[in-house]
């Protein structure tokens, strides 16, 4: 399924036709619930801030963010259950990362930890 999607909905051709992922298309989690509707991050030192805008749907202490840390040339990370999604916000210690030598493209989702559902991931943007 992941092939398909990057095929069908994330390639795309650059100005000379060489294929690449367009990292906006991309979609990390996918499932059901209904995702995030806008979601700002930033990075400060070794800090990662995320600041996003809670949906009443998802009020219950179950719904977690998901956080993707995706390099498309080097490494990538996951980091799972970090904030409630009715909290709006978070910051995350990730150390290391103020000497990252590539950018990360940040993706989020909503995890039910009760049932075990996801939302579809949104695009954050790079760090």
């Not at 801030?49 to 977690?64: C, F, G, I």
């Amino acid at each position: 399924m992941a092939q398909r999607h990057i095929f069908k909905e994330a390639l795309e051709l650059d100005s000379e036709k060489n294929p690449f992922v367009n990292p906006e298309k991309l979609i990390v989690f996918a499932g059901q619930l209904t995702p995030l509707t806008s979601c700002e991050v930033s990075l400060h030192g070794d800090t990662i801030d995320l600041k996003w805008t809670p949906n009443d749907q998802y009020d219950a202490s179950t719904y977690k963010i998901n956080l993707a840390l995706v390099g498309l040339y080097g490494e990538s990370h996951l980091r799972t259950s970090i904030a409630e999604v009715r909290q709006g916000a978070c910051t995350l210690q990730f150390d290391g990362i103020s000497r990252k030598n590539h950018d990360y493209h940040i993706y989020v989702g909503i995890w039910d930890t009760l049932y075990g559902d996801f939302s579809n991931s949104i695009y954050c943007g790079v760090i």
